[in-house]
Each structure stands twice: as C-alpha cells, then as structure tokens.
C-alpha cells in the first residue's frame, strides 16, 4: 500500500449531486460571458479578471487576475495553490475536487469561483487533525482503504460530510452518499469498511454490526 499524506486524495464516478452551480463539462464558461467566456467583471484592471474574496479553510483570500469562467476547482489550485484539493475529471463526475463550499458538499470542478464571492471554502485540509476527520483518516488507513491515494482527500471530505450530518448511516446509505466519488484502487469495500470502524469507534454501529478490520467484501471492479 502507498502511504498518503493527510490531504490524500480522489475520483468518483456517475450520478453525484454536488452543486454543479455553473460550468459547463470543461468547467469553464458560462455567467454571462461572451464566447471566448472573457470580457465581463473584470474590475481590477491587473490581469484583466475578476477580483473577489474566498473564505478557505479558515483564511480570507482575495482573488485578483483570475479568468471570470474560472471553476473554483482552478483558482483553489492554479491561482491559491490549495492542492489539497485534487484535480481529475473536471467534469463533475469523481468527486476528487470535494469540497465544503458554505457547509454543504460540492465538486468544486462545477461551481464557478466567482460566483463563490464571500462563500466558506472547506478542503480536507482544512477539516482539521482532531475529532471525526482524524477517526476518519485513521480508518482509511487501519482498514486499507488508501492505494495511490489520489481519491483520499475527496473521500474523506465527503465521509466526514456524511457522518456529520449522518453519524448512523448504514451500508446502502453509506455507498449512496459516496456514489459521486470513483476510486480506481482499493474496491470500495475497503472505503465503506473505513467508514462502519469509524461508526464503530465512536460506538454509533449497532450491538453485533461492529465490523472486524478487514472483513469487509471487496471485489476487484470496486464494488
Ligand atoms: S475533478 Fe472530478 S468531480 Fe471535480
Ligand atoms: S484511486 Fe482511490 S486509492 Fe487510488
């Protein structure tokens, strides 16, 4: 198994819910731009781009020069330098680039960053070492859910999201909460095992549904 650093990392796959709030499949265009998606909002002269402020991982950030049909995915990376936050389909559709934008999970490939002005950015590595984000890296870990890593940090952002707001979820409920991300590495067995040993070890699991490291099915096509 390859070690991952705290901000791992993603993909996911099909149907996922996470805001698309204004890209197209290239994350690029739209909010009124013309066809070259330039020429609008820009209101700081230096760079010809949209100038505005962002709330990431606890720290206001300005963003100045950025193209106006920057996805929020491409200004966390290219303009912030947050690589905690992964970069893979750009289309939506891995949940690689997860993210808590203003509390609710997001792909940030999908949201446009402009239209983010003023939001609260969470990336997983601003979810914090303590607590429920560390149970959950912990377990992805223990219960070797972590190949390559490049899905980690989405996953753990979207599993924090969930036993956040779903500390009990089950099995079904578990995978339809982590259907927007792809792993190409480690089945997801491995993942939902992760997550019932977190449940476990905060004792939410039910008597006789505690999971033994390991045990969980995993087959080869990640299911
Ligand atoms: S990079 Fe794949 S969902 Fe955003
Ligand atoms: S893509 Fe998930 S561990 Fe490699």
Request: proline share 4%.
């Amino acid at each position: 198994m390859t070690a991952v650093s705290a901000d791992g990392l993603d993909a996911a796959a099909g149907g996922t819910d996470r805001g698309d709030a204004g890209v197209d499949g290239t994350g690029r265009e739209k909010a009124g731009t013309d066809g070259t998606g330039r020429g609008e909002a820009e209101t700081d002269g230096a760079g010809g781009g949209e100038s505005y402020r962002l709330h990431v991982d606890g720290f206001l950030r300005t963003v100045s020069g950025a193209w106006i049909g920057d996805s929020l995915l491409t200004v966390l990376r290219d303009v912030l330098g947050v690589t905690a936050v992964k970069d893979a389909c750009e289309q939506g559709r891995c949940g690689a680039c997860s993210v808590l934008l203003d509390g609710r999970l997001a792909a940030s490939c999908t949201v446009l960053a402009a239209d983010a002005d003023g939001s609260r950015v969470v990336t997983v590595a601003g979810l914090g070492g303590s607590g429920l984000t560390r149970a959950v890296r912990a377990m992805f870990l223990a219960e070797g859910a972590v190949q390559c890593g490049f899905c980690t940090p989405g996953f753990v952002v979207a599993v924090t999201d969930l036993l956040t707001r779903h500390p009990d979820a089950d099995e079904e409920e578990i995978r339809e909460a982590l259907a927007g991300n792809i792993c190409r590495c480690t089945g997801y067995g491995r993942i939902v095992a992760a997550v019932r040993a977190v449940q476990a070890e905060r004792g939410i699991l039910p008597p006789g549904d505690t999971p033994t490291p390991g045990d969980a099915p995993s087959r080869p096509d990640g299911g």
